[in-house]
């Protein structure tokens, strides 16, 4: 296409679909909010950039979509520390673009026989819970004070350690030595007996994937203290943060092309040098792949190049289990009915038969999303959107093409028996399926969240940002920052220090962290 095709394009508001050079400083594949975040702020520092995707529209799991009137989130519906993403706006002079809307909960949950809704802060989830079981008060502070502490210690760890320092490290985060490798179980169990007051305090493990025997209590700390400094929800769906990061990406003089399937990542001399796009090359001495780190290395790049201890520890490495999701609008007034903006719903009080019945079709685990509660733009007046997410195996041992139509009557059954009259009160429904989540994304069996977030797995026991190939870096879920909206920008703001450390202009960038928010970069 002749660059005054591209220009007119631009100008009438179609995205472009094929890259206007044939060189760049870097190249990012895919426009996932790792992707997209890494891109714009390497153009935010002077970098030429490209960010390549295959999909014609940019977000990945954070992208929006309608049907109708609706606009419906698929995937993210929460973000934390609003301070951290509305720094790297301003950075990228597109802050205006997003506003977070506070959601002002710890949780709410549902279970057989109780309805709980926890206000923000540690303290009122320990009195929450110590009201409900007054003989365990002091084991339920020690499960809650221990996860702040374990937090507080890693803000503070250093990002590197040497050997000869480890000793002075234990003794500054003792707790993080101590639990580095516990399950949520293995602190539930330290401190506690009541499976039920156990449930209660693991109740949100769905947001990670892995039920309270397989979840990394170091990753659970982070996720619970998230929710008690609190939730948030982007006004106008996520996309609108999608676009404010394409925004700043465009506005530093980068490039998003859509439709822009990349297969594959040139290696010569022993470092990655560009990417074809279909049978065309595009030159850079830096790609950052924020695709799903099976594509990266077993498609994207000749497993040639990469060393066997590698790919051995790629392939020992285990996914996280995908989702069916039921995207709904009613009549009913769900607010007046007692729904927040998100529930956790489930049908019974043992997580692990919840997360076990997951993996076999059945319904377990699972999380509603009502945003039109707090956004009512994104529905007709009179309307609200329901997002119900139920953590779901790839390969359930029958075919979700034969499982579909049950499965979707099950979750409206489910949610019709919390609000009475919903079955009867819908304008609309759609079933997503974990197939739905692989055709999207290319992640393998749809996994939600990449790795599966178990002790071994969570932090340096995922994939470094650095790969053993020269110029490729990794962004995203499957790297060390871990899933999770919030970690997939930081995800993108650690690649693009390290491409700058790389080149010697480290301090280009400034910090965006508050001084609370940890950073997990290697």
């Known amino acids: ?46 970098r030429s950039v490209l960010v390549a995707e295959r999909q014609d529209v940019p977000g990945g799991y954070a992208g929006a979509f309608r049907r109708g009137p609706y606009t419906i989130d698929p995937a993210i519906h929460v973000i934390p520390e609003p301070a951290f993403v509305y720094a790297m706006l301003d950075f990228l002079g597109t802050r205006d673009r997003v506003n977070l809307l506070p959601i002002g909960e710890t949780f709410h949950a549902r279970y057989p026989g109780l309805e709980l809704t926890v206000g923000l802060g540690h303290e009122r989830l320990v009195t929450a819970l110590a009201e409900l079981h007054p003989a365990q008060a002091q084991g339920i502070r020690a499960v809650v004070d221990t996860a702040a502490r374990l937090f507080q210690e890693m803000t503070s760890m250093p990002h590197q350690l040497q050997l000869g320092r480890l000793d002075d490290a234990m003794e500054q985060v003792p707790t993080l030595f101590r639990y580095r490798r516990a399950t949520v179980e293995d602190v539930l169990d330290e401190h506690l007996s009541d499976p039920r007051l156990k449930a209660l305090l693991a109740t949100i493990w769905p947001y990670m994937g892995s039920p309270p025997s397989r979840f990394s209590f170091m990753a659970f700390s982070m996720v619970l203290t998230g929710c008690a400094r609190g939730m948030f929800y982007c006004e106008g769906s996520f996309q609108r943060l999608v676009e404010a990061l394409a925004d700043g990406l465009e506005l530093a003089g980068g490039e998003l092309v859509l439709g822009a399937e990349v297969t594959g990542i040139d290696i010569e001399g022993g470092r990655a040098r560009g990417i074809k796009i279909g049978d065309d090359r595009v030159s850079a001495p830096i790609v950052v792949s924020n695709a799903d780190a099976y594509q990266t290395f077993e498609r994207l790049v000749d497993p040639i190049h990469i060393p066997a201890r590698y790919l051995r520890r790629l392939r020992r490495l285990t996914l996280s289990p995908s989702a069916c999701s039921l995207y709904a609008a009613t009549t009913l007034d769900l607010g007046a009915l007692g729904a927040t903006h998100e529930t956790f719903i489930f049908p019974g009080w043992d997580h692990e038969e919840a997360a076990r019945k997951a993996s076999g079709g059945r319904l377990g685990a699972l999380w509603l999303t009502v945003p039109t509660l707090m956004d009512p733009s994104l529905a007709p007046p009179g309307e609200h959107l329901v997002i119900l997410n139920s953590l779901a195996a790839y390969d359930p041992g029958v075919p979700w093409a034969d499982r579909r139509e049950a499965y979707g009557e099950e979750l409206v059954a489910l949610l019709d028996d919390a609000y009475p009259g919903f079955g009867d009160s819908l304008t609309f429904c759609e079933l ?47 790297t ?8 997939a920008l930081t995800s993108g703001d650690a690649v693009a220090r390290l491409v700058l450390a790389e080149s010697g202009d480290e301090d280009a960038l400034p910090s965006f962290r508050p001084g609370y928010l940890p950073s997990l970069e290697p």
Do not use: F
């Not at 178990?454 to 490729?472: E, F, I, M, Y």
């Not at 060390?480 to 970690?487: A, C, F, I, K, M």
């Open 1 to 46: 296409m002749a660059s005054a095709d591209l220009a007119n394009e631009k100008e009438a508001g179609v995205p472009a679909r094929v890259p206007r050079r044939d060189c760049y400083d870097a190249i990012v594949v895919g426009s996932g909010l790792g992707g997209l975040s890494a891109g714009a702020l390497l153009a935010g520092t002077g």
């Open 480 to 487: 060390q920052q871990g899933p999770g909206s919030l970690r």
């Open 432 to 478: 997503s399926l974990p197939t739905t989540l692989e055709g999207h994304t290319l992640n393998r069996d749809g996994a939600l969240y990449g790795w599966e977030v178990t002790p071994r797995q969570a932090s340096s026991g995922r994939l470094a940002h650095v790969t053993p190939v020269p110029g490729l870096y990794l962004s995203g879920h499957w």
